[in-house]
């Protein structure tokens, strides 16, 4: 079974406006990570934004929100006042075992095409 | 500050011919460091990790290996490239034990075509 599904292959968002990207994950691990990662053309991954299993907060960095929804193993991206540099591939990410795993392999999704237009 | 360095950026190779890439990471010691490769359009597929000098784990058998010569040096190599391999190939790093880190750094990529 996929440990993480990101189901929209392309969303688009009006400049200004906000969008969230789907991401559903799998694991019977009750300690476990979840990442977000953007990828402009340009190839390079770019670290978001992380939310721990045992959080009890969503994770916030700037524009970026992660909703976790630990019951249904959800764990969406908001991005807030998209702007036209947003424009990328998303990756959402996890690693199964805490902080202190000794490996911290990640499992990646397929990724979502994020398109913003003025 | 930590970095992290991939070479070549780009590489045109033909099938059958060898294979080198190196992945050195600066500003950190004891890394856990990882080769992923992505297929056009895909997600990251995890090909080797390392948690240590000559420790090296693969996770998906296929014509390649991997090398950790030094703490902070990892290199893919292949003995024959098939056309499959082609790809982007990230490498990445991460605290290791006892590390406060939790997300893995990712180098630029080397973008391999093989024809």
């Known amino acids: 079974a996929q440990k993480i599904t990101q189901t929209q292959p392309g969303m688009f968002v009006q400049e200004k ?24 053309s340009s190839g390079e991954m770019i670290f978001l934004i992380y939310q721990g299993s045992y ?5 916030t960095e ?16 908001v991005i807030s006042a998209s702007q036209l540099g947003d424009s990328a591939m998303y990756f959402c990410a996890m690693r199964e ?4 795993s000794t490996l911290g392999r990640l499992y ?10 003025p | 500050s930590q970095t992290i360095h991939q070479w070549p950026a780009t590489l ?9 890439l190196e992945c050195t990471v600066e500003g950190t010691s004891n890394p ?42 990892f290199i893919l190599s292949s003995k024959k490239l098939l ?23 990712f180098g630029p990529g080397t973008r391999l075509t093989v024809l």
């Open chain 2, 32 to 73: 856990n460091l990882y080769w992923y490769r992505q297929a056009a359009g895909r997600g990251l597929q995890l090909l080797f990790y390392s948690v240590g000098i000559g420790q090296i784990s693969s996770e998906v058998p296929q014509n390649l290996s991997a090398s950790r010569p030094q703490d902070r040096q």
């Open chain 1, 17 to 40: 406006e906000a969008v969230t990207l789907d991401c559903t994950y799998d694991t019977s691990d009750p300690s476990y990570g979840l990442f977000w990662y953007k990828q402009p």
């Open chain 2, 83 to 105: 056309l499959s391999d082609s790809g982007f190939y990230l490498c990445a790093w991460r605290g290791g034990r006892g590390s406060s880190y939790n997300e893995q750094f």
């Open chain 2, 12 to 20: 045109v190779q033909p099938v059958g011919s060898p294979l080198s």
């Open chain 1, 55 to 59: 959080d009890q907060q969503n994770a």
């Open chain 1, 97 to 100: 075992g805490g902080r202190g």
């Open chain 1, 108 to 117: 990646f999704g397929r990724g979502t095409q994020l398109t913003v237009w």
């Open chain 1, 62 to 77: 700037g524009r970026y929100s992660l909703n976790f929804q630990k019951a249904r193993k959800s764990a969406n991206l």
